[in-house]
């Protein structure tokens, strides 16, 4: 089946920096790459995504790229903000096996 | 706005107690799931199910059975609970059979057996 993996785990910036969390996914068949952001205490939520006919996608100050030959996706926070503090899931799925695959996660700590 | 909701946030049993999590979801998607959180480990996933009365096992379905008899109701039932299973349980659903679906979480809930 296919295998997410996840750096860093945790991942320690000055407010402003940027922020990079990478993914790597073994099965090549998956075409969607979730990225969810789970606050404090509340739901992981989908904050972007990118299907496999594409290589980049930005909404604002987050983006994120995706190498298909390497079989590795990554997620880009630029002017990080003390908001952005939460652990943030990358996931990989397939047709016709949909279910999600989801890396260990990331706890991102923004400090002011 | 989509709602996955789990009826329990915040549960205290003790060892050997049954347990059951309870979700519901209203926006008719045929897959749900049950999920574990517990910190380093990311999610993990106990039990699925694709259809009404369907299931399947996920990663660790060790001590855990589920129910499924309403699309829009999953349970998760601990049948002896154990103190190892202390941990954030997470219900989803997705609507599938497609990838390129957003899965949507409850909001969690966290059991302690003591």
């Known amino acids: 089946g296919e295998n997410v993996e996840q750096h860093p785990s945790t991942l320690s910036v000055q407010e402003g920096d940027s922020a990079v969390i990478k993914c790597t996914y073994s099965?090549?068949?998956?075409?969607?790459f979730p990225w969810y952001k789970q606050e404090l205490g509340k739901r992981p939520q989908l904050i972007i995504d990118?299907?496999?006919?594409?290589g980049e996608k930005k909404d604002q100050r987050i983006a994120v790229t995706l190498n298909k030959t390497a079989k590795h996706f990554s997620l880009h926070i630029t002017e990080t903000q003390p908001e952005d503090s939460a652990v943030y899931f990358c996931a990989a799925s397939k047709g016709g096996s949909y279910i999600p695959t989801f890396g260990r996660g990331t706890s991102l700590i923004v400090h002011p | 706005d989509v709602k996955v909701t789990q009826s329990s946030r915040y549960l205290v049993k003790r060892t050997g107690e049954k347990v059951f999590l309870e979700c519901v979801q209203d926006?008719?998607?045929?897959?749900m799931f049950w999920y574990r959180q517990d910190p380093g480990l990311g999610l993990r996933l106990i039990y699925f199910s694709y259809d009404v009365k369907m299931k399947e096992k996920g990663d660790i379905p060790e001590g855990y059975s589920v129910s499924r008899e309403k699309k829009e109701r999953f349970s998760l039932i601990l049948e002896s609970a154990s103190t190892n299973q202390t941990s954030m349980y997470l219900c989803?659903?997705?609507?599938?059979?497609?990838?390129?679906?957003?899965?949507?979480f409850g909001e969690g809930s966290w059991l302690t057996v003591v």
């Open positions: 989803a659903s997705l609507r599938g059979p497609s990838s390129g679906n957003t899965i949507y």
């Open positions: 926006m008719d998607h045929e897959n």
């Open positions: 099965d090549s068949a998956s075409n969607y």
């Open positions: 990118i299907r496999s006919n594409v």
